[in-house]
């Protein structure tokens, strides 16, 4: 009965999902194809017909067999950013004690649908003749939507059904495409880190969220022991952050133009390096001389994205220092007093911080792009000004500095806006009895939809290894050589 | 006297391994050398003269210090499949709740003894004037037979010594490598990542050994709740899955004609994340309404198989999308419904699995690759027909694609065949008692071969921190700051 | 009252840090500027002027836009060292029972700290009028200091303070580059792998400094039983090891000159996987007829050490082989014999076994480059001679191969000379007490700085689950699907 019960939800879920799974098969095989460089040549020739007279020129000019440098340009750094989505985000999460089979099954649930989802809401948005083309760069862009998604996913960790969690990522993706499609088509913002299109989006929508689904649970004075970590699952969670910390410079410089990419990762590089030190500063000052391991764990990669706005930019190595230190303070004060203020008061309850961690440094860094695009000049950028700035390129708008930073600062209104409201109204369909809202007991908890490792007890083991015995009776050698059966049995 | 005992059946093992790691030392001594590339240009003009005229003109036409690009067109691609040989296929395997030291250590000594013995093999199927030639593409292919082995590995996991693990390994590589070498130079077979010469052999092989080497105690009734994992070691088997299933796209591509590359990234990429989902459908469907974690570890990598023969191949993103669902929908119900007919009604007992993620998905993508190659036109191929298809190159042969179909499911014929031959010729020399069969009782358990950790008891740790206490007293500051002895021993 | 004490403690940690990395963001504003490469063009030509001729014609041949390479050749390689700074050494340290937090958090800290630190240290010795480039290889050459400090860290873990590791890491990496800087420019040193100056010094250094720092405590019978792992802690650590395993190729091809990367991969890809298999031969042979975890962990890797002054040179695959077994027999030699020695009768204590996976290899190292050198010659490298050992170039100084060889010992002298004397200097200015000695209670124990998870026991959990049972009520579907409240509890 318990079991029928349980499996009605569940099997709602896995309806839904196939039903999703058909409809991207449907769409990828109506609208999608390969780009030029993974077609054959021939189609690649009836492609260009259709398309812009600077491709035509770039496919004609290109020999039959003429190797294709896509992968050897874009690959390494597309499996760092792919590494972060599913093993960054993935092992940070499982710090909750008891859900972590949930936090890294979700997770990889939600990113292998998003990059489904992903591609083709970006392609529709970029359609040739009713055809969008897949290539390197499709599989990049389409990890940074499922980094946005994820941020969402942070917020709301553990408070979810599955159902729940995919339909947020349904209508999250198509949200967030639109709004990064009319922010860099149309305001031609800068943000080759997606620290405002990424970052605060997938923040600021998980928050509006995860407030529209506040439960009285949560005010319980002991709730939250529910979310307790162990020393065991802190170290898991560890290896999301390092690796998220150690390929953040790949994030913050693929999409970057081939010759600024280097200055990308130097600016992350050195932008993160302070900020794990500032975070060890912090947590001394802010959590009782203590070092915290929640502040190691998620602090530490603020500057991250505090720089992801502008790791393009002429920021200076000092720059990039000053950026990171800030980020991990900001950060720190977030988890340390703004996080109480937010949950207590304005009922917003952020099982991972994605505020400190994406939210607050997200906005740092609009903020900070605005500031660097004001002071963009050609004695700064030389000949490379239009380079880093289009916008700002004469047969291109001719945009000036301060209108560029503007620009930056609309984009991040823009995207506030998108964000809070759409996450809201997303809380409010999530609310739907029919997407079957987890029973409190179940919050935080694997046991809702995984199936558990059964127990074996001391005796039972006992038991069995001393039926084995038998087998070993006509092995004299190793008779001999058996460990006593207490000493098999004490790890 | 056990200590003896087990001395004697562990000692063994170790004059065998330096035996054959003596071996390979004089086997590359006298038969391995340096690439062209890697070797100095003068020793270089001694090479050319004694190589193809292509070669030739190739070494002539380099100047004496023009880069070589060998390790920047593969090195990333085989670092990671090097790290889905070491990271992915050895935590893929912690899951036994008592055999982690043992999957991690033999799975890294096995990798290690066959990227050796592998080279050799190779090399000496290609051998130019009683020499073989060292360089980037070795490693990878290297690393690939590395990946047979560890599939046959997983199949008889917890139940063999290590001895019989190395003698499995010794000889496995050689069948495989004499398969492979038929396989693609003779039936001119197209498997860029090996689904065929690497995953179906591997998963057969293994199982015909398991066969013959089926004991009695696999019939217990109770007899897999040894083989039962706890929540721990479960997301250390994440670890393993998540790095397989991310790099993927690497194993299916590393060895494609450079301008295929990108099109088996596409399309490993797209059919890896359709199969995660198909996963959880099924998990719900085929498990009672829960998500299993040994489905997520498992099947989610099945597209990857599914997909390795084709991956270069037009099948178009909506086909890669069907083919990882497929895989999944299949490798899932081979963990819920074959598995137990194997192990119950064909005495096959397979430990982690492998039929379910490498045998029916091979199996699968050789007849997926039958049917792409029987539609092969120049319509759909244009001018790189005969780089994808060499085979049906006037030049070469000229086979038409029908012909070329049947070939592929030749090779899936002989590959099972030779698999399943000398899996149980090898299953039947690993009965041999001089092989340290192991003993029943330790079964799945580390405690066979393994210095286990040494446990502290609460008040030996207690009695330790007081002793400890007395270098305390003289410093002042500090003692006020001690925390309660039983603060520090709660942890 | 405690809390304080300790506060007092912890703070000065902080306040110290704060400093340093206040004076980290001056010295970068006043001395560090982009590399040409990172920078734009017209500050490239400002550049170019105060430059070298070389320099100058290199970048005035170079067009505005001509993409940069830098990143395409360095950045997966130097990704792979900067796992094995974070991911690698972090977690083969976490095999300490109580020490996890600690090993991963101070870890990721003197990494940080020294990637700043350490670009500030070399940029002053390489001053251009009083400024110093960065780009990617600053960022390599920042990671490679971290691995010396991370080595020396090995030595004393789990018995200093955070504040004491901050002043041992400032120390060190100002001697650590000087002498760096006179062995490569002056001495003109062959040590492409960092084994000399990196693994040399980072052990000596360390266990210099652990003699001067020896406590009465490590003599008691049963200290080290503090130091005990767990199978948990042993399969984090395996994570450790097995990442520094995969990539140490790239530690030592990173830094060397581009046709001769693919030589080293190779050498210490093969060095490697012999030094595996010697492992666990020594394994058996030296550990009463077991396998040992401790051996496994750090014995497997000192082949990459071994083989790194070498690693581009004509040391062929066999030799390459020969090499990595030696250093695997060596290193389980030190760990099985020697240790108890240094331990014991020279009052070293050396938590992580540093001299014998870092220190006796890398000593091993130095001399088989002396050998290599000794050995250089016309016939063997024809005209790439003087591309490997560019100091025997005629219009270099022209050394003979006996002279380089001397170099290559006197460069061991030097270093061990100066690891020794600077870390026992070292080591006295640890023991003053304003750099808070941890008190003998807290050594090798988190609780001594970081904040502990606090423990939820089954009484307080069942407790909220019941509260919650209450929401539960009006969900009509759900209460029937509870799973009953012990089977909530039981995992």
């Known amino acids: 009965m318990a079991l029928h019960g349980e499996g009605a939800g569940s099997k709602k879920f896995a309806v839904v999902l196939l039903v999703f799974q058909i409809l991207f098969i449907v769409l990828f095989g109506i609208f999608g194809k390969y780009h030029l460089d993974a077609a054959p040549p021939k189609q690649a020739e009836t492609t260009t017909i259709t398309s812009s007279g600077v491709r035509l020129a770039a496919s004609t000019s290109k020999a039959p067999y003429e190797p294709d440098h896509a992968v050897r340009d874009y690959y390494p750094m597309f499996q760092d950013v792919h590494v972060m989505m599913f093993i960054g985000f993935g092992y940070l999460m499982t710090f909750l004690r008891k859900y972590g089979y949930s936090s890294l099954s979700i ?84 943000d080759v880190g997606g620290s405002i299109f990424v970052h605060v989006f997938g923040a600021y929508f998980g928050l509006a969220m995860s407030r529209v689904l506040y439960r009285w649970e949560y005010s319980m004075g002991d709730f939250n022991t529910l979310k307790f970590n162990t020393k065991t699952t802190d170290l898991f969670s560890m290896i999301g952050t390092i690796f998220l910390w150690m390929f953040w410079p790949s994030f913050n410089s693929a999409m970057a133009a081939e010759e600024l990419q280097q200055r990308a990762v130097i600016n992350t590089y050195f932008c993160l390096a302070s900020c794990c030190v500032a975070t060890f500063i912090c947590s001394i000052f802010f959590h009782h001389g203590k070092i915290s391991m929640e502040l190691i764990q998620n602090a530490t990669l603020a500057g991250g994205v505090a720089i992801g706005s502008t790791a393009d930019m002429m920021v200076h190595p000092y720059g990039a220092l000053i950026i990171g230190f800030g980020a991990g303070v900001l950060s720190c004060a977030g988890f340390c007093f703004i996080n109480n203020v937010l949950e207590r008061r304005l009922k917003v309850h952020d099982t991972c911080g994605v505020n400190n961690l994406h939210g607050m440094p997200g906005v740092l860094a609009a903020v900070i792009s605005a500031i660097v695009c004001a002071f963009a000049s050609e004695s700064l950028y030389g000949s490379s000004l239009y380079k880093v700035f289009p916008s700002m390129d004469p047969d291109n708008g001719g945009r000036s500095p301060m209108y560029q930073a503007l620009y930056q600062l609309s984009a991040l209104g823009m995207t506030l806006a998108t964000a809070l409201i759409s996450g809201a109204i997303t809380g409010f369909i999530l609310r739907l009895k029919f997407l ?38 006509d092995q004299y050698e190793f008779s001999a050589a058996l460990p006593k059966n207490d000493r098999l049995l004490t790890h």
Not at 135 to 155: E, K, P, Q, V
Not at 171 to 176: N, Q, W, Y
Not at 446 to 468: C, G, M, S, W
Request: aromatic share 12%; glycine share 6%; hydrophobic share 50%.
């Open 107 to 190: 997770n990889f649930l939600l990113a292998a649908f998003v990059i489904q989802w992903g591609t083709l809401m970006r392609g529709l948005l970029h359609l040739h003749d009713w055809q969008f083309e897949i290539n390197m760069t499709t599989l990049l862009t389409s990890d940074f939507t499922a980094a946005c998604i994820l941020i969402s996913f942070g917020a709301v960790l553990g408070k979810l059904s599955p159902l729940q969690y995919v339909i947020m990522a349904f209508i999250e993706v198509a949200v967030f495409s639109v709004n990064e499609w009319v922010g860099i088509n149309y305001l031609k913002t800068l």
């Open 436 to 473: 079957d809202p987890l029973p409190g007991p179940l919050l935080f908890d694997d046991a809702a939809y995984f199936a558990l490792p059964d127990q074996v007890t001391h005796d039972q083991e006992k038991h069995i290894r001393n039926q084995l015995e038998g087998s070993a009776r």
